[in-house]
C-alpha cells in the first residue's frame, strides 16, 4: 500500500505542469512591432546601434518574469532563500548558496540536510504552512509547479503579503533544465557559477551524443523505463512517453523509448501492452520494492520479453533521475553504461560523486 501512494505521488510530480507566479502578477501584452524598410545606410546605422546595445547588455541583471511567464520583482540582493524542490534547492546548493536557504521542503531535507543549516523549518511540498513562510521574510521562496497539482495556489497569501514567488515548472526538456539554472544563477546574482554548470552539462551531453552515433543500427536497442514496479496493489506501469526530458536522454544515448510515440508525456502502461513492447532492456527508478531486479525478473507473463530472457534489466537512481536539475547527466551516463557498457565504460560523470572530475566552482 505505502508503494501504491509512493507511486501515485510521483506521478502527479511528473505529470505537474502548473504555474504559480510573484506577487499580484499580471501577463505583459504581447507588442507587435512593424518594420518598414530603409535604406542600406539606415539598416546598416540601426545593426550598429543593435550590436552596441546588445553589447552593454548586463548578463546578470535580475529576471523579470520567472519561468512561469509571470512578472517578478526579484530583491537586488538575495541573501534568504525558501526553496520548495529539492531540484532547486540542489541546484542552489551547487551554486553556493546552501547556507542563504532558510527553510526548505521536507524532501529537500531529508536529501541534503548535511549541506543545508542544522534545523531549518521545513514545510510539505503540497500543502506549505504558508503564515510561517510569510514570517521568514525570506527575499525569495522558489516553487515548482508540483505545489499546484491540485489547482490550488498554495501559495497565495504568500504573495499577497508581498513576497517575491518564484515559480520553476515541471521542465519537459533538457533545453529547459539549462534555462532553470540560468534563472536560478541570475536571480541569485550567480550567473557565472550557472553557466559553468550548464556548459559542463552541455559539454556532457555532447560527448554522449558522439559516442551514440558511434554505435551500428544492429546493436541499437529498445528501453522500457519504469517508475514502479507493478504489483497486485498498483498494476499500472508508469513509463515515459514524447516530451519528457527522460525519453530525451534515453534517444541521446542511442536507445529507442517504447513508449517514445505515447502522446501522454506519462503514459499509464497495463502490463500486457508493455509485455506486447518486447523491449531489449528494462530500466527501473523504482527505490521502494526490495531486490527489485530479481523481482521484475520473476514477474508472471513476462517471461518472452527480451530484457527478461536476456537479464537487461537495471535499476537507476530515482532522485537522480526525477529532479530535474543538471544531476540528470549522472542518470543519463548510469543509463548509458547499463545498456552500452563497452561504449560507455570510460565516459567521465562531472556531478557524479564516484567520479574524480571537479564540480564547477560557485
Known amino acids: 500500500m505505502?508503494?501504491?501512494?509512493?507511486?501515485?505521488?510521483?506521478?502527479?510530480?511528473?505529470?505537474?505542469?502548473?504555474?504559480?507566479?510573484?506577487?499580484?502578477?499580471?501577463?505583459?501584452?504581447?507588442?507587435?512591432?512593424?518594420?518598414?524598410?530603409?535604406?542600406?545606410?539606415?539598416?546598416?546605422?540601426?545593426?550598429?546601434?543593435?550590436?552596441?546595445?546588445?553589447?552593454?547588455?548586463?548578463?546578470?541583471?535580475?529576471?523579470?518574469?520567472?519561468?512561469?511567464?509571470?512578472?517578478?520583482?526579484?530583491?537586488?540582493?538575495?541573501?534568504?532563500?525558501?526553496?520548495?524542490?529539492?531540484?532547486?534547492?540542489?541546484?542552489?546548493?551547487?551554486l553556493g548558496l546552501g547556507d542563504k536557504i532558510v527553510a526548505c521542503d521536507t524532501y529537500s531535507y531529508s536529501s541534503y540536510a548535511d549541506s543545508l543549516n542544522a534545523d531549518i523549518p521545513q514545510f510539505d511540498m503540497m500543502t506549505p504552512d504558508q503564515e510561517q513562510i510569510i514570517a521568514l521574510g525570506a527575499d525569495v521562496v522558489f516553487t515548482t509547479g508540483m505545489s499546484a497539482s491540485h489547482g490550488d495556489d498554495v501559495f497565495a497569501a504568500v504573495k499577497e503579503a508581498g513576497v517575491c514567488v518564484l515559480d520553476i515548472p515541471s521542465s519537459a526538456s533538457l533545453q529547459d533544465i539549462s534555462?532553470?539554472?540560468?534563472?536560478?544563477?541570475?536571480?541569485?546574482?550567480?550567473?557565472?557559477?550557472?553557466?559553468?554548470?550548464?556548459?559542463?552539462?552541455?559539454?556532457?551531453?555532447?560527448?554522449?551524443?558522439?559516442?551514440?552515433a558511434t554505435i551500428p543500427e544492429e546493436e541499437k536497442k529498445t528501453v522500457l523505463f519504469e517508475l514502479f514496479t507493478p504489483s497486485a496493489d498498483s498494476p499500472t506501469i508508469y513509463t515515459c512517453g514524447s516530451n519528457t526530458y527522460i525519453n530525451e536522454m534515453i534517444s541521446l544515448i542511442g536507445a529507442t523509448n517504447v513508449a517514445g510515440e505515447e502522446e501522454s508525456q506519462w503514459p499509464a502502461l497495463t502490463e500486457e501492452a508493455a509485455v506486447a513492447m518486447d523491449p531489449q532492456v528494462i530500466l527501473t527508478a523504482d527505490m521502494y520494492t526490495d531486490d527489485v531486479i530479481n523481482v521484475i525478473l520473476s514477474m508472471s507473463g513476462w517471461e518472452n520479453v527480451s530484457a527478461i530472457k536476456d537479464k537487461a534489466v537495471y535499476q537507476i537512481d530515482n532522485d537522480t533521475v526525477n529532479r530535474p536539475n543538471h544531476h540528470v547527466v549522472s542518470a543519463m551516463i548510469e543509463m548509458a553504461r547499463d545498456i552500452y557498457p563497452d561504449y560507455y565504460e570510460t565516459t567521465v560523470d562531472p556531478f557524479g560523486a564516484e567520479d574524480s572530475k571537479e564540480q564547477p566552482a560557485a
Open 2 to 94: 505505502k508503494k501504491k501512494i509512493l507511486s501515485i505521488v510521483m506521478a502527479v510530480a511528473m505529470m505537474s505542469t502548473f504555474a504559480v507566479g510573484c506577487g499580484n502578477s499580471t501577463t505583459a501584452e504581447n507588442v507587435s512591432e512593424s518594420v518598414t524598410e530603409e535604406s542600406a545606410e539606415a539598416i546598416s546605422e540601426a545593426s550598429a546601434l543593435q550590436t552596441e546595445s546588445t553589447e552593454n547588455t548586463d548578463v546578470s541583471a535580475k529576471p523579470t518574469t520567472d519561468r512561469s511567464g509571470n512578472e517578478v520583482t526579484i530583491p537586488e540582493e538575495v541573501n534568504s532563500i525558501v526553496s520548495m524542490a529539492p531540484s532547486t534547492t540542489q541546484i542552489l546548493i551547487d
Open 179 to 212: 534555462d532553470d539554472i540560468r534563472f536560478i544563477g541570475a536571480a541569485t546574482s550567480t550567473s557565472d557559477a550557472a553557466e559553468a554548470i550548464v556548459k559542463e552539462m552541455e559539454a556532457t551531453i555532447e560527448e554522449i551524443s558522439k559516442i551514440a
